[in-house]
């Protein structure tokens, strides 16, 4: 019998469709930032964009129902650096996370109206790193508690309710590129500037082991996968390839499978839907996102297609699942930041029937904590709440409010340069004067030595 083997997957066929230009966002001021981030953030009712401001940082949020040129914006501007990396609370759709050059980690609890204007006052600021922040990740399962990562060479892990830091972890030798928390919020994976991947118990404060992912100078990029069993990493080979691997973390030794992707230079953004095992490959500079199906065993990941847009991208982030349009099988929804806008991106299973599709829309991410920051402080670890149920009349649970307890910690920032200089003329002339009066003391002393001898003859 002849013929090809076709592996059978109901994803097989899934393809990707860029919305009409009347229901994209036109008019945005992209942050010209070289930092390495996604560049926005997505929430249930509103996504957020790092926005280019003249002074300060600041990041815009856009409700997704203002299609069309974007004026008067949610303007959210308070940190004194520029904005490097944002993300939402998983548990509160209006509650975001900032980081900034200013050192700074500010939580904000955005107003349901989204208001146009600016928004100044941060309902919690935390202080404790000593040069700029890079990225900042929300523990999945645990309520407000919050992972970022510094140039000072540490992550630190938040409560940002009582706004403690609760622990530091060092050992780092250069800047951490990218954090992710597993998916019970127990551990995390971190890529690095020196080329390593580090799995890190973040209540031992220890990194559990690391090993060198990727020979290549440029951007790495890790998240977990497959039910924690499996770590995936983004990066560059020794001769500026792009490619991607597979690890198995309780043996980092050698990867899985290493694959080289192409001999583009941008930095490549995966993300993982855990739903269908679908991975998302988006590289900077590039208009298209390359979608593979992940299995456990060798290979360990099929081929599945590549979407092609008409403009670059220049970051990329994915809606919550629960907010897909399950009347057209959508599975995942990306907003892509171009120059000038952002344009949504709906990926379909391609479905003849109009009745709810239960095989591909199982129950999900609920978004809803399963434990609270002292508990998992104390140890727990629960598996994430699968709750949200996909079928038509199924209405999810009431949210509860958040609440802060305001507290800023002083903690002195870096100086400049040019405060260093000064500081040091201040201090230079200050010896300076010590010096001259020393050396008047002396020769008063002198001169009374000399009178005193004089008189005793």
Not at 37 to 51: D, V
Not at 300 to 322: A, D, M, W
Not at 393 to 422: L, T, W, Y
């Amino acid at each position: 019998m002849s013929g090809k083997f076709v592996r059978a997957s109901k994803y097989r066929h899934v393809f990707g469709t860029e919305f009409k230009i009347d229901q994209q966002y036109s008019g945005t001021k992209m942050t010209k930032s070289a930092w390495d981030s996604n560049m926005i953030a997505c929430g249930c009712k509103h996504f957020s964009m790092i926005w280019d401001v003249a002074g300060g940082g600041a990041f815009a949020v856009i409700p997704y129902t203002k299609v069309g040129k974007q004026v008067d914006v949610c303007l959210v501007s308070g940190h004194k650096g520029t904005v490097l990396d944002i993300d939402y609370n998983p548990f509160n759709d209006n509650l975001i996370a900032s980081v900034s050059e200013d050192c700074n980690i500010c939580i904000w609890n955005i107003p349901e109206e989204c208001p146009a204007g600016n928004i100044h006052e941060a309902a919690q600021t935390l202080q404790g790193h000593k040069r700029k922040v890079g990225t900042c990740n929300f523990n999945p399962c645990a309520s407000n508690v919050l992972a970022t990562s510094s140039a000072d060479t540490t992550i630190k892990i938040w409560d940002i309710e009582q706004g403690e830091e609760m622990f530091s972890i060092g050992g780092f030798t250069d800047i951490i590129n990218s954090v992710a928390w597993n998916r019970i919020g127990s551990e995390l994976v971190s890529t690095c500037k020196d080329k390593k991947i580090r799995i890190i118990d973040p209540r031992q404060q220890t990194v559990a082991s690391d090993v060198l992912a990727h020979q290549g100078s440029k951007g790495m990029r890790c998240l977990w996968m497959q039910n924690n069993e499996m770590i995936f990493t983004t990066g560059f080979s020794r001769n500026a390839e792009r490619e991607m691997a597979f690890w198995d973390p309780r043996n980092l030794a050698t990867p899985l499978c290493r694959h080289t992707v192409d001999n583009q230079s941008g930095v490549l953004m995966p993300f993982y839907d855990a739903d269908s095992s679908i991975l998302y490959l988006g590289g900077k500079g590039d208009s298209g996102i390359s979608y593979f199906e992940i299995v456990h065993e060798k290979p360990y990941f099929y081929s599945l297609n590549t979407f092609r847009g008409e403009k670059p991208q220049s970051g990329l982030g994915v809606i919550p699942k629960r907010v897909c349009n399950t009347t057209t099988c959508e599975i995942t929804r990306f907003m892509k930041v171009t120059r000038d806008g952002v344009v949504p991106i709906s990926f379909c299973v391609p479905r003849k029937s109009e009745i709810f599709q239960d095989d591909i829309f199982p129950n999900t991410y609920a978004g809803i904590p399963v434990e609270t920051a002292n508990e998992w402080k104390e140890g727990t670890s629960n598996e994430p709440d699968m709750s949200f149920n996909f079928a038509p009349g199924f209405v999810p649970p009431e949210k509860p409010a958040a609440s802060f307890n305001p507290v800023v910690k002083k903690v002195e920032a870096p100086k400049s340069d040019k405060e260093i200089r000064e500081e040091w003329e201040q201090l230079k002339n200050r010896v300076n004067y010590l010096e001259t009066e020393l050396a008047k003391k002396d020769a008063q002393i002198a001169e009374l030595q000399s009178k005193l001898a004089a008189g005793s003859q």
